[in-house]
Every structure is written in structure tokens, then in C-alpha cells.
């Protein structure tokens, strides 16, 4: 059974690639990211698929215009390392 991604690694993740490009690597912002993690996470936890979790998840915080299909393509390459495939890669 593989365990699944806490919030930090999810948070931290999101706060290396970001995806919304809100500078959070440039001002120190660390927790930029730690409530879409939060709700990213408890989406999986309910039985979401990423691809679900996460595009919910950024419509919610960032609007529909901004969360484009790319952006969500986009978080899910940055959370790539977390999933049972590429925990081995790196």
C-alpha cells in the first residue's frame, strides 16, 4: 500500500513549480500554496483522481480563466514525484 502525500509535500511542491505564478519563490512566500494543497488533498482523500482534485481545486482559488487546462497539466507534472510511479525518479 503506498502512503499517501502529506499537505507540506504537496505545498512544497506547488510553492518550487509555481504554477499560478504568484512570485511565492521570489518573496519567500513558503505557505503560498499550503491551502490549495489542503484541499487538493482532501479531495484525493474522498476518492478524486489528481487530474480531478486538482482542476477543482484551482477553479476554486483561481477562477476558471486563470486554472486553464494548462496550468492543471502543469500542477500535475509538479506533483509527478509524489505518485507511485515517480517516487523512484528524481
Not at 500500500?1 to 512566500?29: R, W, Y
Not at 503560498?32 to 479531495?43: F, T
Not at 483522481?49 to 480563466?65: H, P, Y
Request: some cysteine; overall charge negative; proline content about 6%.
Amino acid at each position: 500500500m503506498v502512503k499517501p502525500p502529506s499537505t507540506e509535500q504537496i505545498s512544497h511542491l506547488l510553492f518550487e513549480a509555481d504554477p499560478m505564478n504568484t512570485c511565492c519563490k521570489e518573496n519567500d512566500g513558503f505557505d503560498e500554496y499550503d491551502r490549495v494543497a489542503e484541499d487538493i488533498l482532501a479531495a484525493l482523500n474522498e476518492g478524486d483522481t489528481l487530474e480531478n482534485a486538482v482542476r477543482q481545486t484551482l477553479w476554486i482559488w483561481f477562477g476558471e480563466d486563470l486554472a486553464t487546462a494548462e496550468k492543471v497539466e502543469q500542477v500535475i507534472r509538479a506533483l509527478a514525484p509524489l505518485s507511485p510511479a515517480g517516487a523512484g525518479q528524481g
